[in-house]
Structures are given as C-alpha cells and as structure tokens.
C-alpha cells in the first residue's frame, strides 16, 4: 500500500492552476519513491516546463524537505567524519545534496558548450556555475564538496556576506589557485578582488557590471553586490542579471538587455515590477530551500514557487532545482 496520498489533475493541466494540482502529503514517501523523485527533478524533467511529473516530484521532494529541520543541516554541515557522512548521504536531503553535486561535477567536466550557447547549472540556493565555449565562473557557491570544483571554475564571484552565499572554503581555495573573487566587502583573510558599485571588470571574455544596492531598509544597506554578465561574443552575448538577496528593485539598472534575471523570489524584491521595468527573457526563481533558515521562517519551498508563478506575468518563469543543468541560448528562444 502507498504510504502518502498525493492528486494531480492529470488530464487538465493548466499553469495558471498549479498549486490547485498538489496537495500536501499525508505521510513520509518511502526511500526508493524519494530517490525517483529526485531522479525526475534532475534528469527527466525541466524547470521551465512544469509538468504533472515534475508537480509531483516536487511534492515528494518537498514532503522530505519539510522535515529536515536546521540543526539536521548544521549537524550534517559540519560533520568532518567520512563514514558518518556516507551514512548519512544514503537517503533523504543528504542523499538529494550529494546526488546533485556528483551530476554537476560530472557534467561540468563532459559539457561541451557550443558556440552561442551557455550551460547552467543549480548547485544550491542561489549558487549558480556558468560554463561557456571559453570559460566557467560560478556565483555564491555553496557545498561540502567545494574543492572539487576549483580546478574546473576560472572566476567566481559572490553578492553578500551571508553565509548561504560568501562560502569562505570556495574563495579561500579560489585564491590558493591564483584564481579571481568578485566581492563589494572583506573577506577575512582573503585577497578577493574588491569591487565597487558602477565598475566594469573584464574576466576573460566575460564583462561583469557590478551595482551594490541594499538587503533590506533597516540596516542593511549597500550590503548586496548584484553583477550584470556578459557572457562573451562566443555565447551571442547572453546576458546573466544575479542580482543576489538584492530587495529594492528601483536600484536594479542593468545596462544590457537581460537574458536571464536571477532573483532571490522572497526578499521583498517588488520582481513584477522588475519585469515591467527592464523586461528580461527569462527568470530563475531561486532562493528556494535554504536549509540554514528554519522550516517555517524564511525557507522558502517549491509551494511559495508555484504560487508567486501562478501570480506574475511573465512567458519564461523557471523554477529549477539542485543538480538541474540548462542549456541556454538565446536565439532558441526569441
């Protein structure tokens, strides 16, 4: 017998109805139903086309996220001890956090990156890695398995100093490397490459215009780096707006037209307005699962997606998940 109840409406499907097709489930999927469902999210599915087999993958996910409680993250952060860790990779979020790490790691070294395009890829929260004909960077990466990607990311940069975004092991191991950081603040005992608000920085064929903007009224203000990215002439110059845990959308300017606008959905960002003001092609919802925040404070959960999608007007609303790798270009989707 199954052990959790789940209703898809299966025969109608319509976007402007997706939280109306999933229902929460009433007990704990197994570990095999876990395991499918996190082999849908990253393989056989897409964050862009929301399916009845991506809804319910998403369910099953998220029934297992809901009950992963901060202090389970922290403990599994900061264990050093392998067997410990194997053990505890063997099922639930573990399993889905290392899971999504190997594919990203396996596939960043096999992608070959044809010239106009760009691959993307989820590796946690807002850190994403960009590969394109001729160079690979990464912004706010975070993972327990940093190390193994340095030889294979040329720059990095990252938005704030919160710790789900500044991964102090990445940029210390970047610098061991002679490889650059792209910071607006101080990282102790860093030599990042201090950037400032209004400046344009050439990394190889990439172009990064920085804006240094505010997280929230009260007392974070100037506190976020968001980077305009220009992918390269190699890639049809595909532009890339992360913009960080950015809130106040009147301080977005991006120079160039926006391809793919990454915002953080829950900071307060007015992102409908964003749409309206500088009309990217498309949007990657992002932010999403923050384990560090607890479950019912500031973690944001595939359900908070599906309903700020039901409600912005938008062609292009992404919705991707850790590990999900996007072939990206642009003259494929005008």
């Keep these: 017998m199954k052990r959790f109840t789940i209703v898809l409406l299966l025969t109608v499907f319509s976007v402007s109805t997706l939280s109306a ?39 099953i996910t998220q029934s297992v996220l809901n009950r992963f409680e901060r202090e389970s993250w922290t403990a599994y952060r900061k264990e050093s001890d392998p067997k410990k860790i194997a053990e505890l990779e063997k099922s639930g979020v573990p399993y889905f956090l290392r899971q999504s790490f190997e594919k990203v790691c396996k596939e960043l070294r096999t992608t070959k990156v044809k010239e106009g395009t760009i ?40 938005t704030h100093a919160h710790s789900d975004h500044n991964h102090i092991a990445f940029t210390k191991g970047m610098e061991k490397r002679n490889k650059p950081v792209l910071a607006a603040f101080d990282i102790k005992g860093v030599e990042e490459k201090r950037v400032e608000h209004g400046g344009v920085y050439t990394m190889g064929d990439v172009t990064v215009r920085v804006t240094v903007g505010d997280h929230n009224k009260k007392n974070l203000r100037n506190f976020v780096a968001s980077y305009e990215i220009d992918c390269g002439a190699n890639t049809n110059h595909t532009v890339i707006f992360h913009t960080g845990d950015s809130h106040d959308y009147t301080q977005l ?8 606008f990454i915002p953080h959905i829950r900071v307060n960002l007015n992102i409908p307005a964003a749409i309206e003001k500088f009309h990217p092609h498309h949007i990657f919802m992002s932010h999403i699962q923050e384990l560090g925040h607890r479950i019912r404070k500031w973690r944001w959960t595939f359900h908070d997606a599906l309903r700020l999608k039901e409600k912005w007007t938008h062609d292009h609303l992404w919705i991707p998940c850790w590990g999900e790798r996007i072939i990206f270009n642009k003259n494929d989707w005008k």
Excluded at 25 to 49: C, I, W
Excluded at 51 to 57: D, I, W, Y
Excluded at 253 to 260: A, G, L, R, T, Y
């Design 21 to 59: 097709q999933i229902v929460k489930m009433s007990e704990l999927p197994t570990d095999r139903q876990f395991r499918k469902a996190v082999k849908t999210l990253m393989y056989k599915t897409n964050g862009h086309d929301i399916t009845p087999k991506r809804l319910e993958a998403m369910e």
């Design 119 to 158: 691959a993307v890829w989820l590796l946690y929260n807002m850190g994403y890695i960009v590969k394109t004909p001729t160079t690979t960077f990464g912004i706010d990466l975070y993972s327990k398995y940093t190390d193994r990607l340095l030889d294979m990311i040329d720059f990095g940069m990252i």
């Design 253 to 260: 300017n991006p120079q160039k037209q926006v391809d793919i």
